[in-house]
């Protein structure tokens, strides 16, 4: 899949140093109040500088000036984090808006031209952006998409390249999931009639943009819980070392030369106490977590889906198109009973010649190839599309059978719909053809034989799907559809298990082929026969144990179920139904891209649960560093504490203050990048991190700061 990364240049790195500034503003800096006490903090070190003395201050200028920059730069630093990952996104977000291109249109006089008809008289050529909402315009091999818009007839290979990065050409076509096309694209074989959805300047992606940058500037629900708890950590700090100062001046009252404490070096330990790294960089980790998001593809309209997406307990996938390739076409026919060959396949296609689904349009093509004739339908004259479904079956034998469609019409055709699980025509003599699942076919017929159970199962269990075919409520026969597994897909499955998140499959298919599919993959569950309603059920009983659960989807029934779960993923080339109700959308229109989205979140979450605990941990180092450097003139026997025995108390204010300020753009990398993740549980990532960030942010600061006090000794400052 193709990543799309947008690098920074020099111009946006001077803009982000520019914007470091502006967000000093109090009236910003303010909605993050670990920084904001820095920055507090910054103006007391500037006023003890410009008049010493102030407060009992007794420390040099110069040593108050060094103090001053260390917490200004702190915040700079913070903000500049910050600045950065907003311009990265931005950038991110603006690659694809790129797209936007002046073109022309076709408009169709008459909607309802006949599609394989239609000449240069049938259409007005115009300027795209005089087309409007509604208009239908005919797209031709070679021609770029005016305008966001529904396939309403024809079926097209389009170059989708633009907006996913991808050279593979898809397909899209009218009826079924694969109906929407996104201006800016181009036809690459065949042609459609496309009716347009969105105004000039409004089109779907630029909305959705708006959305994502939005969204990147919002704080998401567990941010704000930890903005909560670090700012009452910061609280209790600053009442903490403020008792200090007061405690000071008391003992300073009988204490033999002892003046009170520093009011910049308690300043200094109440910076280093703060958890001021994890403050700096909270922002920056989720605006990332947002644009490795967006990288992917995947426009996410919430900070909070892709949270959720992280913390998910179960995921449910459905079987065609996310764990299968979604190809299912015909690949022979199976007469029952008293029915021949030529009965089986002349109902089959019958049924078929206006079922624009995957598995219809492949039915025709099989006939078609078995009977051996020509093309008998309008429909069928385009070139075909290489990839057209059925197009590349070998039909298994040859059956001479009459494929007429003269006595059918589109009106008395009967579209599938998932609830039915059926589809068909009837004839213009009344007779009545059906095709669909084995059960609901079973129900529906009133001369069902013994061998359908039998020739249907032996389908199954080799992973196809049957569908039983009937005349006048007489099974006839069985076609037998084959769909083959994505590649790798078990692999993908298998990681999101390792990640503890409990994988879930619904399909509309039989009981049979959906345990073959689950066993092939290793998923955990499996529902069959599911109609649209109760996957909405499904969705909700997980969520009454509490468990957040996601979801893909592409078609108007799967809209519901994708606004009740928590991370709903639509396929962009599904409808428009499913795409506002989702909460993502997936412009590649892969549903197993809902896996990748897991795995950011995971990361987004990790990623900031790891940086916390090395944040925390570097303040109780530092505590144990500064807080006998500058209490050992009051209370001397803390100089147990003193581990580092550091070279003068300045030397170690300043040189924690340094490694504080510092460690914040040394991190800045990894908050953007995301901590190197791979599959586990979460008990294993825990401990994991605990050792790693916990551990390791215990260590660096007693290193870096005995480093920088050595440093200086050697300098000979603070002597
Ligand atoms: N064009 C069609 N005409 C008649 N029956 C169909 C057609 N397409 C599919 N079916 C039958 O209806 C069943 C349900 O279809 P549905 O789209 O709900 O689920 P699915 O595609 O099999 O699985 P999933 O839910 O995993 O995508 C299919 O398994 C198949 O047996
Ligand atoms: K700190
Ligand atoms: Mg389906």
Do not use: C
Not at 139 to 144: F, P
């Amino acid at each position: 899949m193709a990543e799309l990364t947008v690098t920074i240049d020099t111009e946006q790195q001077r803009q982000a140093i520019s914007d470091s500034f502006a967000k000093l503003d109090p009236r910003y800096l303010v909605k993050n109040p670990v920084l904001f006490v820095v920055e507090l903090g910054t103006l007391i070190g500037l006023l003890l500088t410009v008049v010493p003395g102030l407060f009992g201050a007794t420390g040099s200028r110069v040593y108050y000036a060094i103090i001053t920059v260390l917490l200004a730069f702190t915040v700079l630093f913070a903000n500049y984090a910050e600045a950065y990952a907003e311009l990265e996104g931005e950038a991110q977000a603006d690659s694809l808006r790129a797209l936007q291109t002046e073109t022309e249109g076709k408009v169709l006089e008459d909607p309802e031209a006949d599609l394989e008809a239609i000449d240069e008289d049938d259409y007005e050529a115009v300027e795209s952006d005089t087309i409007t909402q509604g208009d239908v315009v005919f797209v031709d091999e070679g021609d770029i998409i005016p305008r966001d818009g529904t396939v309403v007839e024809g079926s097209a290979s389009v170059d989708e390249s633009a907006i996913t990065g991808e050279s593979e050409p898809v397909i899209r076509q009218s009826g079924g999931d694969r109906t929407s096309v996104v201006g800016g694209t181009e036809v690459l074989s065949d042609s459609i009639k496309v009716e347009v959805t969105s105004e000039e300047g409004e089109s779907f992606l630029d909305e959705m943009i708006g959305l994502v940058e939005n969204a990147q500037r919002q704080k998401t629900p567990n941010e704000i819980a930890m903005t909560i708890l670090l700012s009452g950590l910061t609280l209790v700090f600053v009442v903490a070392v403020g008792t200090m100062f007061f405690f000071g001046e008391y003992l300073a009252t009988f204490a033999d030369g002892f003046a009170g404490l520093d009011i910049a070096e308690l300043v200094a330990l109440l910076v280093a106490l703060m958890p001021t790294t994890i403050g700096a960089l909270l922002a920056a980790i989720r605006v990332a977590g947002m644009t490795r998001v967006t990288r992917r593809n995947v426009i996410a309209k919430s900070g909070r889906a892709v949270e959720a997406a992280g913390d998910l307990d179960a995921l449910i996938l459905d079987k065609t198109g996310t764990i299968t390739t979604g190809e299912r076409v015909a690949q022979d026919f199976h007469p029952l009973g008293d029915a021949d060959d030529g009965d089986v396949v002349r109902a089959s296609y019958q049924s078929s010649l206006y079922d624009e689904t995957t598995e219809g349009r492949s039915i025709v093509k099989l006939a078609e190839k078995m009977n051996g004739a020509e093309p008998v339908t309008e429909s069928d004259q385009s070139d075909a599309a290489a990839d057209e479904p059925g197009s590349a079956i070998e039909a298994p034998r040859s059956v001479s059978v009459d494929l007429d469609g003269a006595d059918l019409s589109e009106e008395n055709f009967v579209p599938f719909s998932a609830e039915s699980r059926m589809s068909g025509i009837d004839l213009d003599d009344g007779t009545e053809i059906r095709k669909g699942a084995v059960d609901a076919v079973e129900e529906y017929a009133t001369s069902v034989p013994g061998k359908l159970r039998q020739e249907s199962n032996r389908i199954s269990e080799n992973g196809g799907t049957p569908l039983a075919i009937t005349v006048d409520k007489q099974v006839v026969g069985i076609i037998e559809l084959q769909d083959e597994l994505k590649p790798g897909i078990a692999n993908r499955i298998a990681e999101i298990q390792k990640m503890g998140v409990e994988t879930i499959m619904a399909t509309g298919d039989n009981q049979r082929t959906a345990r073959w599919v689950a066993d092939q993959v290793g998923i955990d569950e499996f529902h069959a026969e599911f109609d649209p309603e109760e996957k909405i059920e499904l969705v909700e009983d997980i969520q009454a144990d509490g468990k957040l659960v996601g979801m893909t989807g592409d078609g108007t029934n799967d809209a519901p179920a994708l606004a009740k779960a928590d991370v709903g993923l639509a396929m962009n080339a599904g409808t428009n139904a499913a795409k506002e109700a989702g909460n993502m959308v997936d412009l590649d229109s892969n549903p197993s891209k809902i896996i990748e989205v897991v795995g950011i979140g995971k990361q987004l979450l990790m990623t900031r649960g790891s940086l916390t605990t090395f944040s925390v941990a570097n303040d109780v180092a530092k505590y144990f560093v500064l807080l006998p450097a500058i209490l050992a003139a009051a209370i001397p026997g803390l100089a147990v504490m003193d581990v580092l025995n550091l070279s003068t108390p300045a030397s170690a204010v300043t040189a924690t203050l340094v490694y504080n300020a510092f460690i914040i753009p040394l991190l800045i990398p990894l908050a953007l990048r995301g901590v190197d993740y791979e599959a586990q549980s979460g008990a294993q990532l825990l401990r994991k991190n605990l050792i790693v960030y916990g551990g390791g942010g215990l260590i660096a600061p007693f290193i870096f700061i005995k480093a920088i006090d050595v440093l200086f000794v050697a300098l000979g400052v603070f002597q």
